[in-house]
């Protein structure tokens, strides 16, 4: 029977990427962000229109989440994997020039987004004792950086969030898994520098930096295990990433 993949932050990157990945597999998507846009044009591309619905939704507002989700037609209600992936990085600065907008735009997007969507969709996933529910978090919840400081926050969170999860589901057939990209290239790194788009090509300048379908082929894997298997995390770098020693100040 066709399944059915509710993906946000489908417009860019990661998101966009699986959306053509499930989309070739013959899911059933729905596909979640802000600019409605760019959902359309995605779904332009991949056809298949009855078996596409599209949310313009913005996962920070609560209500749109929880009212969204129950009007979502029939077929697209009953979610087999949801894909939380909208997120972002909002600068790098060090935590006492930061500027508390981002600091509070990041915690709305990456925390409670995931959560909103998460609390949404998993009672319909323990009734039918079926489900997934795959985050996606990051290097930056497990390794600290200068300049990380929220955002490797929120993704400790979801790091956290994830496994705890899984404690609550229990004896229930419903799957929870959190992948950790490090550096990948995508529009990460212009929405964190602000539409910077040198600044971004720094980034990942000289480098063979891991590509949005590198994590829709590993999102896919981990969703299409046998039903008993449960990725609880896996953490995947571009070979050209490693980390650094321990950093030492010396007057
Ligand atoms: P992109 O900037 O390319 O894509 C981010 C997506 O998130 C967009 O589709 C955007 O859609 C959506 N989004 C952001 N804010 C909201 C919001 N408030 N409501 C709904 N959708 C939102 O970046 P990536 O594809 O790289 O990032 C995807 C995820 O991967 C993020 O959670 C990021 O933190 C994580 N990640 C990225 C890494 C990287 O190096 N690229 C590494 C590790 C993790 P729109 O603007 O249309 O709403
Ligand atoms: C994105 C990877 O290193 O920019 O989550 O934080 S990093």
């Given at each position: 029977?066709k399944?059915?993949?509710?993906?946000?932050g489908?417009?860019?990157?990661?998101?966009?990427?699986?959306?053509r990945?499930f989309?070739?597999?013959?899911?059933?998507?729905?596909?979640?962000?802000?600019?409605?846009?760019?959902l359309?044009?995605?779904?332009?591309?991949l056809?298949g229109?009855?078996?596409?619905?599209l949310?313009?939704?913005?996962v920070?507002?609560?209500?749109?989440?929880?009212q969204?989700?129950?009007?979502l037609?029939?077929p697209?209600?009953t979610?087999?994997l949801?894909?939380?992936?909208?997120?972002l990085?909002?600068?790098?600065?060090p935590?006492?020039?930061?500027?508390?907008d981002?600091?509070?735009q990041?915690?709305?997007?990456?925390?409670?987004g995931?959560t909103?969507?998460?609390?949404?969709?998993?009672?319909s996933?323990?009734e039918?004792?079926?489900?997934?529910?795959i985050n996606?978090?990051?290097?930056?919840?497990?390794?600290?950086?200068?300049?990380?400081n929220?955002?490797g926050?929120?993704k400790?969170?979801v790091?956290?969030f994830?496994?705890?999860?899984?404690?609550?589901?229990?004896?229930?057939?419903?799957?929870?898994?959190?992948?950790?990209?490090?550096?990948a290239?995508?529009?990460?790194?212009?929405?964190?520098f602000?539409?910077?788009?040198?600044?971004?090509?720094?980034v990942?300048?000289g480098?063979?930096?891991?590509?949005?379908?590198d994590i829709?082929?590993?999102?896919?894997?981990?969703?299409n295990?046998?039903?008993?298997?449960n990725v609880?995390t896996l953490?995947?770098m571009?070979?050209?990433?490693s980390w650094?020693?321990?950093a030492?100040?010396?007057e």
């Amino acid at each position: 029977m066709k399944k059915t993949v509710l993906i946000t932050g489908a417009s860019s990157g990661f998101g966009q990427a699986c959306a053509r990945k499930f989309a070739a597999a013959g899911w059933r998507l729905v596909l979640a962000a802000r600019r409605s846009e760019r959902l359309e044009a995605l779904r332009t591309e991949l056809g298949g229109e009855s078996e596409i619905h599209l949310w313009p939704l913005d996962v920070r507002d609560r209500s749109a989440v929880a009212q969204g989700f129950e009007a979502l037609p029939a077929p697209f209600r009953t979610v087999d994997l949801l894909l939380n992936n909208a997120g972002l990085a909002l600068g790098l600065q060090p935590a006492w020039r930061t500027d508390l907008d981002d600091w509070e735009q990041m915690i709305d997007t990456n925390i409670k987004g995931v959560t909103y969507l998460t609390r949404a969709v998993l009672p319909s996933m323990v009734e039918r004792n079926s489900g997934h529910v795959i985050n996606i978090g990051s290097t930056a919840g497990n390794w600290p950086y200068p300049g990380g400081n929220v955002y490797g926050g929120t993704k400790a969170f979801v790091q956290q969030f994830s496994r705890n999860l899984r404690a609550d589901l229990l004896g229930t057939r419903v799957r929870v898994s959190n992948i950790e990209p490090g550096m990948a290239e995508s529009e990460f790194s212009t929405v964190r520098f602000k539409g910077d788009e040198d600044k971004a090509a720094q980034v990942y300048a000289g480098t063979a930096p891991l590509t949005p379908e590198d994590i829709a082929d590993i999102v896919f894997y981990v969703a299409n295990l046998p039903p008993h298997v449960n990725v609880n995390t896996l953490e995947v770098m571009s070979i050209d990433q490693s980390w650094a020693p321990f950093a030492i100040h010396r007057e």
